[in-house]
């Protein structure tokens, strides 16, 4: 048999049994299944394909198509399904950035979350920044709340951070010039107004605002599925449902440090390397915490995660 022309593509949805594929920067959309022993295949991760991969896929009439392959991944976001499940999901690939959306209440985004998505981005090769959001609710008594938090994640961790606002429209001409001719995932835990900011971008777009809590969710139906939008001003972003935890995946005890680039600076004047940063002498990372170079926070963070880690051994 004549073998078939193959095509190439970038997953825009995943609707459970189907994958949305176009020819990015085109917008002709392919529906396609998988090609059954591509099943199998591959990692840990619960999905075969993610959105953002780049596949290749046969055609099967006009609109239908079949993908035989998923090239080599640029980087990906990977996070456990639950906090104690082996299994892993790739949120999404090939990104060119991603916008840590974080507030500081209503809901208040705890650290360790923080942390984990940060290394996460470090240990897979993705840019990130953050978003600060819902600015409009910051008050003169968030004064110190957000210096601690400029100090911990920009001042030491080194991390760009913008203030956004979706209800005041704060910095989103910024936001709107970052994400021109990229990929960006805008993730964040649930409540903190990533859907909200995402249609201050691009009110065409009428994404859901509000959606209940991935907890909530948990044994229904879901119909939220990652997708690739075009924005108006440019470039191509995602929103992500409802999340509550982020679990680490794949990251060994000796290499953690190195997500923390804060860490990764000091570690070299280590004494021993391998170095845990815990209960070594001459630990350069230690010392650095000492005189406020890591923060406590961070270095608490590296220390909680260390533990969990040693959990699955
Ligand atoms: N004060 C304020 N509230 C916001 C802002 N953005 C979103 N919200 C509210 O926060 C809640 C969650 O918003 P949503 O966009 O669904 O958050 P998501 O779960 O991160 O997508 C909604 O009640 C929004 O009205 C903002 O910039 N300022
Ligand atoms: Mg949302
Ligand atoms: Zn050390």
């Given amino acids: 048999m004549e073998s078939q022309k193959t095509y190439k593509a970038t997953v825009i949805k995943h609707t459970g049994s189907h994958y949305l594929v176009s020819d990015l920067p085109n917008w002709n959309i392919v529906t396609c299944v998988l090609r059954g022993k591509l099943r199998l295949k591959g990692s840990s991760a619960t999905n075969p394909v993610a959105v953002g991969d780049h596949v290749l896929y046969q055609k099967e009439g006009d609109k239908r ?5 998923v090239l080599p991944r640029k980087n990906y976001i990977i996070r456990k399904s639950t906090n104690l499940s082996r299994q892993a999901h790739i949120i999404a690939s090939n990104l060119d950035q991603v916008f840590l959306i974080v507030t500081l209440k209503f809901p208040e985004t705890k650290f360790e979350f923080i942390d984990r998505f940060l290394v996460t981005c470090e240990a897979y090769n993705v840019p990130v920044k953050i978003l600060l959001n819902k600015a409009d609710l910051f008050t003169p008594e968030y004064k110190e709340a957000l210096s601690i938090f400029y100090e911990i994640y920009h001042e030491s961790a080194g991390y760009q951070i913008i203030e956004t606002s979706g209800k005041s429209q704060l910095n989103l001409p910024t936001i709107k010039e970052l994400c021109k001719d990229k990929i960006s995932l805008f993730s964040g835990v649930s409540g903190v107004g ?7 971008l691009d009110p065409s777009l009428s994404l859901k605002v509000g ?3 991935e907890y909530h969710k948990q044994g229904k139906h879901t119909t939220t599925f990652y997708e ?3 924005l108006a001003t440019g470039g191509y972003i995602i929103d992500t449902p409802g999340i509550k ?13 190195h997500y923390f680039p804060e ?6 004047n280590c004494r021993f ?13 230690k010392e650095g915490v000492e005189e ?21 051994r």
């Fill in 65 to 69: 198509g079949v993908i035989t392959k």
């Fill in 194 to 200: 990533k859907s909200s900011l995402i249609n201050s």
């Fill in 211 to 213: 959606e209940i809590s």
């Fill in 228 to 230: 690739i939008h075009p």
């Fill in 245 to 257: 935890g982020f679990g680490l995946i794949e990251i060994e005890e000796e290499e953690l440090s």
């Fill in 263 to 268: 860490m990764l600076e000091l570690l070299p």
């Fill in 273 to 285: 390397a391998p170095c845990t940063h815990t209960h070594e002498p001459n630990c350069a990372v």
């Fill in 292 to 312: 406020g170079r890591v923060t406590i926070e961070r270095y608490q963070s590296y220390l909680s995660m260390l533990e969990e880690e040693e959990k699955y």
